[in-house]
T-cell receptor, first 112, second 108 residues
């Protein structure tokens, strides 16, 4: 099976802009989780989607949002970008969320 | 509240020496604990989970509920073990909490 894919791999934006990141899970996986990874904070959970519904949400401001499509592909959106949003954004998929998560390569976002 | 604590950001050991990466957690329910590893230029991947009680690449980890710890151990470190290691907890709501990671360097 193909692994989790994320697009784009690298992104440069300026403050105030918005960005959309995409994640395609492993075929058959219905749960997609998003994480923000920074050197200081490590991995922090953003949210989890399952069957097109947000099932869990981490402690991030409302500027961070996401959605999941019927084919389980997921997008996350960050509006009004801030410098502190520069990070590696990882998505992970699993069959139903209660099993092993498989991570994608991440999207590295740089906000200038 | 910080659910998972990895007190060591950096850890260096010599090849062949024992290695222990510490992980402490705080959770009142029955958590599930994991160790994830990220080798250089590779994806984050699962190393082991406590419910499996297995040894992967020579690593083991025992859940100590009394000390709320899930330390990762290997009796003889190898150079290929050099990587970033993350301890993670999954709560009963299926939400994951990761520690800040420990960078392990095995010195030849």
């Amino acid at each position: 099976k193909a692994g989790v894919t994320q697009t784009p791999r690298y992104l440069i934006k300026t403050r105030g802009q918005q960005v959309t990141l995409s994640c395609s899970p492993i075929s058959g996986h219905r749960s997609v989780s998003w994480y923000q990874q920074t050197p200081g904070q490590g991995l922090q959970f953003l949210f989890e989607y399952f069957s097109e519904t947000q099932r869990n949400k981490g402690n991030f401001p409302g500027r961070f949002s996401g959605r999941q499509f019927s084919n389980s592909r997921s997008e996350m959106n960050v509006s009004t970008l801030e410098l502190g949003d520069s990070a590696l954004y990882l998505c992970a998929s699993s069959v139903q969320g209660a099993e092993t998560q498989y991570f994608g390569p991440g999207t590295r976002l740089l906000v200038l | 509240a910080q659910r998972v604590t990895q007190p060591e950001k950096l850890l260096s050991v010599f090849k062949g020496a024992p290695v222990e990466l510490k992980c402490n957690y705080s959770y009142s329910g029955s958590p599930e604990l994991f160790w994830y590893v990220q080798y250089s230029r590779q994806r984050l991947q699962l190393l082991l989970r406590h419910i499996s009680r297995e040894s992967i690449k020579g690593f083991t980890a025992d859940l100590n509920k009394g000390e709320t710890s899930f330390h990762l151990k290997k009796p003889f470190a190898q150079e290929e073990d050099s990587a970033m290691y993350y301890c993670a907890l999954r709560d009963t709501g299926n939400q994951f909490y990761f520690g800040t990671g420990t960078s392990l360097t095995v010195i030849p």
